[in-house]
């Protein structure tokens, strides 16, 4: 299979392309980026691209399987409106150029609580995504709702701390439907998602993550 990916440079990114390269049923990994991935390997094609300008690389995007797991804070984008361009308008002109170019298999890593009519910004606006990217009728769509990341290295001290208490909560049995994620799990999840023969919508949530991560597909 050939794989397509946005948000390569991201920590779920980079867990899922390496996995990707790892992994037998993969002959190719095209990652559309804006800056180089320093990884030097045969099965890596990497697209140095202007997520403002599809124009200029739609035709790059052609595979069996792309994988949208693209996004950024407010506070790293500066604003909602900046956020809402990476987070809602580059994924959804990603799989917009995907489903244009007969991709049959999109898989997108959402968030926990995403419901295009919440009253919380980031909540609504993925849950936007979600909507935009069911309606373009791909013959099969995979949405993962994760929860809080486990991040190696992260830099998001909010992040660090929730994760910290959540954990310790979890020790003490408490809070165990919000145990935090490590994004090599659900990058695992994702793969192995792609490996399901099946078409129609799944929306995977954060409970069934863990499980599904270490379900064999093969």
Not at 2 to 9: E, F, P, R
Not at 29 to 49: A, E, G
Not at 95 to 112: C, F, H, M, Q, R
Request: net charge positive; charged share 30%; aromatic share 10%.
């Amino acid at each position: 299979m050939k794989a397509l990916v946005i948000g390569a440079t991201g920590a779920t990114g980079k867990d899922l392309v390496n996995k990707l390269l790892d992994d037998k049923d993969f002959s190719k990994v095209d990652v559309f980026v804006r800056k180089p991935l320093n990884i030097d390997n045969p099965k890596l094609n990497t697209h140095i691209v202007d997520f403002e300008k599809p124009e200029e690389w739609k035709d790059l995007v052609k595979g069996d399987v792309a994988f949208s797991c693209l996004g950024t804070t407010l506070k790293t984008a500066g604003s909602k409106e900046a956020q809402r361009k990476v987070d809602f308008d580059y994924q959804y002109n990603f799989a917009k150029t995907a489903k244009e170019n007969e991709v049959d298999d999109y898989i997108l890593v959402s968030s926990y609580g995403a419901n295009p009519n919440s009253k919380i910004f980031y909540s609504k606006m993925k849950g936007e995504l979600e909507q935009e990217v069911k309606n373009l009728h791909f013959n099969k769509i995979t949405i993962f709702q994760p929860g809080m990341l486990d991040r190696k290295d992260s830099e998001r001290p909010a992040e660090v701390l929730g994760g910290k208490i959540i954990k310790f909560a979890n020790k003490l049995g408490a809070l165990k439907s919000q145990k935090p994620l490590p994004t090599d799990v659900l990058a695992q999840a994702m793969i192995n998602s792609s490996k399901i023969k099946s078409y129609g919508y799944s929306k995977i949530k954060l409970g069934s993550i863990f499980s599904f991560a270490e379900k064999n597909h093969d």
